[in-house]
C-alpha cells in the first residue's frame, strides 16, 4: 500500500540514541514517497554519540535510505536542530545532494505558506532555569528508559508499540505549560515574517493546532511517536501516527490473504 505525498515532514529521529525507532521509520519511508522530504532537525544524535557511541545496522539503514532517496526524484532538504547543531554551519551550503537550511518556507498547492525549521529557536520562551532545565533534563532520560523497559515487555508479549513517555508528559501540568509555550513563540515567529503557519518538531508532541489565525504544525519524533506531517497534492496537512497506520497496513494485508 504505498502512498505518494507532495511533502513530507520527518524530525527528531535521534540515530545513534537507544531510544531512536530506527525499525519503524525503515518501514515507513518504505511505504511513502514523496516529491519533497524536509528533515526538521534532530537526526543525528551527536550530543549523545559524543558520550557514548553506537550505531546499529537499522540506524545506518535509515541513513542509507535517505541519502538514496536524495539521489533520486525526492528533493531532501536539511534542517538542522539542537542535537545535530554541528551542522548548522553549513547553512545555506550542500552536503552531498541534500541542501542545508537553517530554516526555509515552504509553500503548499493551496499557497499556503509555512516556516519550517526545527524549533530550537524558541527554546528562550519557554524559560526554564537552570535547575528545572537540569532536573527536566534528567527526568525526560527516566521517562525514555521506562519507556524503553515497557516496550520491551510489550514486544514479549507480542503487544505493539504504545508510548508511555509520551502518556506520561500529557499528564504534567508544567510541561503542558511549557508546550503552550512553545507554541505561543512559534506562531508569533510565523506572524511576524507575514506566513500561513509553521511547522517544526523539537519537542517531541505531534499535534496540528490554530493559534490567533496561525496554523502550527508539530511533526513529532521517532522517539516517543513514530509521527511524521505529511502534506497531499491538494495542498492538505495531516498528521501520520506510523504505529496505527501500520496496524491498518498489516490488518489490510492479512485480510488480502484471507480473501484470497
Same mark, same amino acid.
Given at each position: 500500500?504505498?502512498?505518494? #505525498?507532495?511533502? &513530507?515532514? &520527518?524530525?527528531? $529521529?535521534? !540515530?545513534?540514541?537507544?531510544?531512536?525507532?530506527?525499525? #519503524?521509520? @525503515? =518501514?515507513?519511508?518504505?511505504?511513502?514517497?514523496?516529491?519533497?522530504?524536509?528533515?526538521?532537525?534532530? %537526526? &543525528?544524535? @551527536?550530543?549523545?554519540?559524543?558520550?557514548?557511541?553506537?550505531?546499529?545496522?537499522?540506524?545506518?539503514?535509515?541513513?542509507?535510505?535517505? %541519502?538514496?532517496?536524495?539521489?533520486?526524484?525526492?528533493?531532501? +532538504?536539511?534542517?538542522?536542530?539542537?542535537?545535530?547543531?554541528?551542522?548548522?554551519?553549513?547553512?545555506?551550503?550542500? &552536503? /552531498?545532494? +541534500?541542501?542545508?537550511?537553517?530554516?526555509?518556507?515552504?509553500?503548499?498547492?493551496?499557497?499556503?505558506?509555512? !516556516?519550517?525549521?526545527?524549533?530550537?529557536?524558541?527554546?528562550?520562551?519557554?524559560? !526554564? *532555569?537552570?535547575?528545572?532545565?537540569?532536573?527536566?533534563?534528567?527526568?525526560?532520560?527516566?521517562?525514555?528508559?521506562?519507556?524503553?523497559? #515497557?516496550?520491551?515487555?510489550?514486544?514479549?508479549?507480542?503487544?505493539?508499540?504504545?508510548?508511555?513517555?509520551? #502518556?506520561?508528559? /500529557?499528564? $504534567?501540568? *508544567?510541561?503542558?505549560?511549557? +508546550?503552550?509555550?512553545?507554541?505561543?513563540?512559534?506562531?508569533?515567529?510565523?506572524?511576524?515574517?507575514? @506566513?500561513? /503557519?509553521? %511547522?517544526?518538531?523539537?519537542?517531541?508532541?505531534?499535534?496540528?493546532?490554530?493559534?490567533?489565525?496561525?496554523?502550527?504544525?508539530?511533526? *513529532?519524533?521517532?522517539? =516517543?511517536?513514530?509521527?511524521? !506531517?505529511? =502534506?497531499?497534492? =491538494?495542498?492538505?496537512?495531516?498528521?501520520?501516527?506510523?504505529?496505527?497506520?501500520?496496524?491498518? %497496513?498489516?490488518?489490510?494485508?492479512?485480510?488480502?490473504?484471507?480473501?484470497?
Amino acid at each position: 500500500m504505498h502512498q505518494h #505525498y507532495r511533502a &513530507i515532514f &520527518i524530525s527528531d $529521529i535521534h !540515530l545513534g540514541s537507544p531510544d531512536c525507532k530506527a525499525e #519503524y521509520l @525503515l =518501514e515507513c519511508l518504505n511505504q511513502f514517497t514523496c516529491d519533497k522530504l524536509y528533515l526538521v532537525g534532530d %537526526i &543525528i544524535d @551527536l550530543w549523545y554519540m559524543q558520550k557514548q557511541f553506537k550505531w546499529p545496522e537499522a540506524h545506518n539503514a535509515v541513513f542509507h535510505k535517505l %541519502i538514496e532517496l536524495s539521489h533520486g526524484p525526492t528533493q531532501v +532538504i536539511y534542517l538542522p536542530g539542537n542535537h545535530d547543531r554541528p551542522l548548522q554551519r553549513y547553512d545555506g551550503l550542500s &552536503i /552531498g545532494d +541534500i541542501p542545508v537550511q537553517r530554516d526555509i518556507v515552504h509553500t503548499t498547492a493551496a499557497g499556503k505558506q509555512f !516556516l519550517v525549521l526545527h524549533g530550537d529557536q524558541f527554546d528562550e520562551h519557554v524559560t !526554564l *532555569g537552570k535547575f528545572e532545565a537540569w532536573l527536566g533534563d534528567k527526568g525526560y532520560d527516566l521517562l525514555l528508559w521506562l519507556n524503553r523497559s #515497557y516496550n520491551r515487555i510489550r514486544h514479549m508479549r507480542k503487544a505493539s508499540y504504545w508510548s508511555l513517555a509520551g #502518556y506520561i508528559k /500529557g499528564h $504534567i501540568k *508544567g510541561a503542558n505549560a511549557a +508546550i503552550h509555550r512553545y507554541k505561543v513563540a512559534a506562531c508569533q515567529d510565523a506572524s511576524k515574517r507575514g @506566513l500561513d /503557519g509553521v %511547522i517544526c518538531g523539537h519537542i517531541h508532541h505531534p499535534e496540528y493546532d490554530e493559534i490567533d489565525g496561525i496554523t502550527y504544525c508539530n511533526d *513529532g519524533d521517532w522517539v =516517543e511517536n513514530c509521527s511524521l !506531517l505529511c =502534506e497531499n497534492q =491538494e495542498g492538505e496537512l495531516m498528521l501520520v501516527d506510523w504505529i496505527k497506520q501500520r496496524q491498518t %497496513i498489516d490488518s489490510h494485508s492479512a485480510y488480502t490473504e484471507s480473501a484470497a
